[in-house]
């Protein structure tokens, strides 16, 4: 997303630029080739994917959100048994809250893996039910609301090829899920995890996504269990969620 905002950040610059110099601009000056600003043509074309990508994404993380802390939130207060009785009754919800994906995962549907993850956590498998919400969230969720959407599956899959290759096109950044505060897309010393170095990975296929997304929650783990790298991971989460 950071990646995805400096694009359209940049394309939006370059087009504003120069819709101002056609409008301040004399008859003469608009019949030189030269005179005006610069607006390549790749710059807003890596504009409009950039869009459609923080478009995707935010949905995305914001479905993620809205599905599974209130989840966590209702099995912290009443149980694993009140949990389970009222989960069907989500649905019910349907139409009367936000839910920026209804047109590919209707809202409130009992998954299978949402309960056995519940009972790992109950039971103190922590491990076992992080991998079973994580299935969840990747497989039930972002696979239809995001990653079967072909254009962007498209735009993720010529990002990874041409960051892998090395090809420059000055807009192409590695993949990666980041374990700290990170306030740019570079220049940052953060803690990440990467998707995969291959040029032809695809971030689409659930199978190569859920062999990365394990590898995240075990080096947040491991983060969690170092005294020192504990306070920082929560610091960063502190910054991230009250920006100033």
């Known amino acids: 997303m950071l990646n995805a905002a400096e694009m359209i950040s940049m394309s939006n610059r370059q087009r504003n630029a120069y819709q101002q110099w056609d409008k301040t601009s004399s008859p003469l000056e608009r019949l030189s080739p030269y005179a005006s600003p610069r607006m390549p043509i790749p710059a807003q074309a890596s504009g409009e994917g950039a869009h459609k990508v923080y478009a995707m994404l935010a949905k995305g993380n914001t479905a993620l959100f809205l599905d599974v802390w209130p989840l966590h939130m209702f099995y912290k207060k009443f149980g694993l048994q009140r949990f389970k009785r009222c989960l069907p009754e989500r649905r019910?919800?349907?139409?009367?809250?936000?839910?920026?994906?209804?047109?590919?995962?209707?809202?409130?549907?009992?998954?299978?893996?949402?309960?056995?993850?519940?009972?790992?956590?109950?039971?103190?498998?922590?491990?076992?039910?992080?991998?079973?919400?994580?299935?969840?969230?990747?497989?039930?969720?972002?696979?239809?609301?995001?990653?079967?959407?072909?254009?962007?599956?498209?735009?993720?899959?010529?990002?990874?090829?041409?960051?892998?290759?090395?090809?420059?096109?000055?807009?192409?950044?590695?993949?990666?899920?980041?374990?700290?505060?990170?306030c740019t897309v570079t220049g940052a010393n953060a803690k990440h995890e990467i998707f995969s170095k291959q040029p032809l990975a695809n971030l689409a296929d659930p199978n190569q996504r859920m062999a990365f997304v394990p590898r995240a929650a075990q080096r947040f783990d491991n983060l969690l269990r170092d005294p020192i790298e504990k306070h920082m991971v929560e610091n960063s989460i502190f910054l991230i969620a009250h920006p100033r």
Do not use: C
């Open 92 to 182: 019910e919800l349907r139409g009367s809250v936000v839910w920026p994906i209804e047109a590919a995962v209707p809202f409130g549907a009992v998954q299978p893996r949402v309960v056995r993850a519940f009972d790992a956590i109950d039971a103190g498998d922590t491990a076992g039910g992080v991998k079973l919400l994580a299935e969840h969230e990747q497989l039930n969720i972002l696979q239809p609301a995001m990653y079967d959407n072909t254009a962007f599956a498209m735009l993720m899959r010529a990002n990874q090829f041409a960051w892998a290759l090395n090809i420059p096109t000055g807009s192409a950044r590695e993949i990666q899920l980041t374990l700290a505060n990170q």
